[in-house]
């Protein structure tokens, strides 16, 4: 893709209370139809209804013809999402998700006649715990951008436990669509920094630009008095923001236009992707995927080391989760007797309530009939679709990769030797792809939505149990590669 430019361009469109705001959603999509430009509108459960209520089938029509995506049921209103989820546990912050959000999703489907494949959070609600119920909703992109999400992907696109994810700097100015025309030549500038970047030699060609209907016609965003700070005002006081003029809306509009022509001048190869285009771009090649002995025993030998991340096997990309799965299956194999057959890649789901306890245990040794019995805990798990927090064996807590990589040493050895050690020596075990969740200090909590002073270390903490199922869509940017295993 190198010299091709791919621009995502994303409007989140969410405010109920600004008549106005339906206008400016209708205007934007029919603009974009006549630039022959499509793009991706998040919009939320209850924008749908206050549609609905204001009888604007018009507006339906015209985002019809982009990517329609799910934005949340309500956005602001108090709890938000992440205010409710941090409070809970991670198995319960993933079923309470699905209870609030899926009756809002519904909304959204049946009235563009179509689910939503793509999610967009509200605000500063980045939720791995959201992936359970989105998977099951049939959405194919978890589609966020590096200011509001937990994880630092550097842009590139990722697979986050069977989901696309894609998260990347916003290549427009923050607000946008209510500073035109007077910042036309800054974002222009900003633009054609941004695809002369893509364009470049070793780059994807990825460009994000996020904006808002409502910033067209609003002198300020629609939810900042309503739900700011914490609490939801009485209904009865909510009331639109200050609307701008309208010449001035007519001339950002004109504005607008103007950005979208200059954007097809900047390079040869630009072209304007929705969320189903990225999916499509960059499909999870372990889907379907057996691996091979020969294989299965390289995965082995990497897992006995202790340190996991993503591994490109082929052309295909595992998570850690999925190599320790193949990994498993492998060492039940070995002991079975039924070693050499081709095994299956398993989709799992990541340990919710893992604790930093049970990740950062370690030991120096398992003896071996405890091994075979954490081993079996740990298949059974696995059998299950679920990557376990931790493994209880012989009244002892053990880290899911632990016991791993000490079965994948006894396996081995096994294979050497013919026989399994009475004592197994385990490694110091590290999964490598937490690297991606950004420090607490780097999250963004000063959405003025949330409280003063709001902060939910539990998602973080959430977070970096899901990149137990996280791996680039891009097998070169694996962390480690063994040969082909299909």
């Known amino acids: 893709m190198t010299g091709a430019v791919r621009i995502l361009i994303r409007f989140d469109t969410e405010d109920i209370l600004t008549p106005a705001s339906d206008d400016a959603a209708c205007r934007l999509a029919e603009l974009l139809t006549r630039h022959g430009v499509r793009a991706t509108f998040p919009i939320t459960a209850m924008k749908v209804d206050a549609l609905f209520q204001r009888g604007r089938q018009d507006v339906f029509r015209a985002l019809s013809r982009h990517q329609v995506g799910f934005h949340s049921t309500s956005h602001s209103l108090h709890p938000t999402i992440a205010e409710e989820l941090a409070q809970l546990s991670g198995a319960e912050a993933a079923a309470r998700f699905r209870e609030r959000e899926e009756a809002g999703f519904r909304r959204v489907a049946d009235a563009f006649g179509e689910a939503p494949q793509v999610y967009t959070q509200p605000g500063g609600n980045w939720t791995a715990e959201a992936i359970p119920a989105l998977a099951a909703w049939g959405v194919k992109l978890f589609y966020s951008e590096d200011w509001n999400g937990y994880l630092d992907i550097q842009g590139r696109p990722m697979l986050l436990a ?34 002369d970047e893509a364009a470049g030699a070793g780059q994807l060609g990825l460009v994000n630009v996020v904006s808002h209907p409502t910033e067209l016609v609003s002198e300020r965003f629609w939810d900042l008095v309503p739900f700011g700070g914490g609490q939801n005002q009485p209904e009865a006081s909510w009331e639109s923001a200050p609307q701008r003029p309208r010449q001035a809306v007519e001339a950002a509009l004109d504005a607008f236009s103007a950005w979208l022509l200059s954007l097809r001048q900047m390079a040869e190869d630009v072209e304007f992707w929705t969320g189903e285009d990225l999916v499509a771009a960059f499909p999870d090649r372990a889907v379907g995927l057996t691996v091979k002995a020969e294989a299965q025993v390289a995965l082995l030998r990497l897992v006995s080391g202790g340190r996991l991340g993503s591994v490109a096997v082929g052309e295909a990309t595992l998570t850690a989760a999925e190599v320790l799965g193949v990994a498993v299956q492998a060492v039940r194999a070995i002991q079975g007797g039924t070693f050499p057959r081709p095994l299956p890649v398993r989709s799992l789901a990541p340990p919710w309530d893992e604790s930093e306890a049970d990740t950062g245990r370690q030991a120096d040794e398992i003896p071996g009939p405890v091994l075979v019995e954490a081993l079996g805990q740990l298949a059974s798990a696995l059998d299950q679709g679920q990557l376990p927090a931790a493994v209880a064996a012989a009244g002892e807590l053990w880290s899911p990769l632990a016991v791993a990589a000490g079965g994948a040493r006894a396996a081995l050895q096994v294979l050497r030797a013919g026989a399994l050690p009475d004592r197994v020596p385990l490694p110091r075990v590290a999964l490598t792809s937490r690297r991606f969740v950004k420090p607490a200090e780097a999250l963004h909590w000063d959405w003025p939505i949330f409280a003063p002073g709001f902060e939910a270390p539990a998602l973080r903490r959430r977070a970096e149990a899901a990149t137990w199922c996280l791996k680039p869509a891009e097998a070169e940017l694996a962390d480690d590669r063994i040969g082909a295993g299909a």
């Open 162 to 195: 069977g989901l696309h994810h894609w998260a990347a700097p916003v290549r427009a100015p923050k607000p946008f669509l209510n500073r035109l025309p007077g910042i036309l030549d800054e974002a222009v500038a900003t633009a054609r920094a941004a695809i």
